[in-house]
């Protein structure tokens, strides 16, 4: 009896004392960990960061940490969704814009009585969703004298650095948040990125000292590496802008066989008449010297490229100082205002950056320069301090531990994993924890980097380069600065073996194909055209009924027009079926505004795969993962909707054709999407064809489009199902029919 008192006076203490900690992700952008004094460097004497290593010594480091897809956009939409590019669709910088209307923690966390904040940089194209309040940069924002994006969507101009005007930002947002609830406060900084415009205070910080180089600055790109990186566009040797990187004033270079023309500082066009007093005082003399230095012949060839160097990591260390210096402004908030005990605070950065490395400035690749993220974390009473952790973590994790750490189970589609059990035990891996990442870069006209994916153990590191079929092998000990792979090194082979056989295992588990990359066609006007016309109809909304396909579900509005009248019309029908598409297609506009808000049908019907295999591009596997993919998005998006998932059409007019029984291959894995709830399966096939078997010419003349007859058929056939899951009366045929 008392000791049952005491377990639940326990266990009510328990509840009332654990207040759900408070979160503060501290972010920036483009930070290497070589810049930062804690991870250990060249650079860490030089240029120490005194107030984020803070985080190491009361807390965590963790070494081993990456991201899924090393450029800004794709990074934050994988840390809010938990999920890699291909799944949360924002793949690149170029084309993509995400999708808010997904699943994201803010608004899981939001749910569950979190009060949520965004503050900086968010770079994701489309406005924040989730979000109690938030205040951002227009795309990459400025350094001096920055717009932030209000709620209301208007802009607001403040004087001043951007570094300081983001914490201020975030700082009062602390001080006028509801005390009463628990917070996720997201600071996003824009520094250090290009064009690594210091705060007038540290103009000339680093004048009297020379940073040491990377070993590699002069790197040739051979040792077997892949021919694409002598292709590159972000050399400090060939690729540095005179006015917007190099700070000398105008555009045109003085010196184009050393510096590019063409693009002025934009930032000094910001500033007010005392920055650029301030700024003309700190580069005007240094630059003078240069120029002076190049004419009279006494610095030419390497030494202008070390030169350069100095000027681009001292302005990029001169950026992060700032950034140091305001990681101390909320450090010293949490401590001033009692919120220290109770406040996880993490610092990270959406991925590395080149300091020279490979003769590199930014990112894209898979080496380790930018595949590593930063991540420092405090949590007192929680992470042990002064740690060093080597678990391989990646930011699709972020989503899912920030879930844990508030309390709600995160939900099972996301691809991360709660990294809460390795905070606990940061000194060994969790038990069952991954043995490697996966990684995907989809190529960008920016910086002329190639297309690759790979994985990445403790140990070593497999790439592949599709446009050029090659596969790179590191063995990270041997050789941690990559210059050379090993990949038809026989002393390798069987690692060779293993990590292929990982790289393949991998992209299964997250249903990585060329059917479930999200992939427009707006290289083809008409699809351009459709697809905006579609998303104009779309918005109108007041559908009850959607259906998503190929040129069959096309066909609606042709040849099963009069059908399609006679069934749909009545149940306020949204047609987006487009000729020629396969899933990837269908999953690009699903993202992409033709499933606004405004669009929340009863049922929605999905036909497609036909181009997927028809093409001979895909196996029945691959097109079913995109089947799968686009069934998980429509429950994600609309988890009250009904789907009516229908089996492949049959193809070729003879039963053995190879088409056909692609398609049933397909079917038979489709089918095991239906949860009898929500998603149903039904295969129609069989309702086109004759009793042979074979696919009479007066139903589909083409052996894949029905006609007038055929739409009929495929009416009838879904009638009873489809009435069932709308709720509909049941239609009956015209006469005649
Ligand atoms: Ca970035």
Redesign the pocket.
Known sequence: MTRIFLLLAALVATAVGAERPNIVFIFS??HAEAAISAYGSHLAKAAATPNIDRLAKEGAVFENSFCANS??GP?RACILTGLHSHVNGFLDNNNSRFDGTQTTFPKLVQDAGYQTAMIGKWHLVSNPTGFDYWEILPGQGAYYNPDFIQMDNTRKRYEGYCTDLITDRALEWLEKRDKKKPFVLMCQHKAP?RNWSPAPRHLTLFDDIEMPEPASLFDDYGGGRSETLKKHAMGIAEHMYWGHDMKFAGKDSEFPEYFMGGLPNRQYLRMTDAQKKQWDAAYGPKNEKLKADIRSGKLKGDDVTRWKYQRYIKDYLRTIRAVDENVGRVLKYLDDNGLAQNTIVIYSS??GFYLGEHGWYD?RWMFEESLAMPFLIRWPGVIPAGVRSKTLIQNIDYAPTFLDIAGVKAPSHMQGRSLVSAFKNPRSNPAGWREAIYYAYYGERTHAVAKHDGVRTQRHKLMFFPDTKEWNLFDLEKDPGEMKSLHEDPAYSETMVDMTRRYHALRKTYGMSSATVPAPRLEQEWWKKRHQAKVKEARKGGYDLLFIGDSITHGWEGKGRPVFEHYYAPRKTLNIGYSGDRTEHVLWRLMNGELPPQVDPKVAVIMIGTNNTGHRMQKAEETATGIRRIVDLLRDRRPKMKILLLGVFPRDARPDGEKRKLNEEVNAIAKSFTDGKHVHFLDIGKSFLGEDGQLPKEVMPDALHPNAHGYQIWASAMEEKLAELGGWEKVSPQAGE
């Open positions: 952008d483009d450029i800004c990074s990125h959406d991925q990112k």
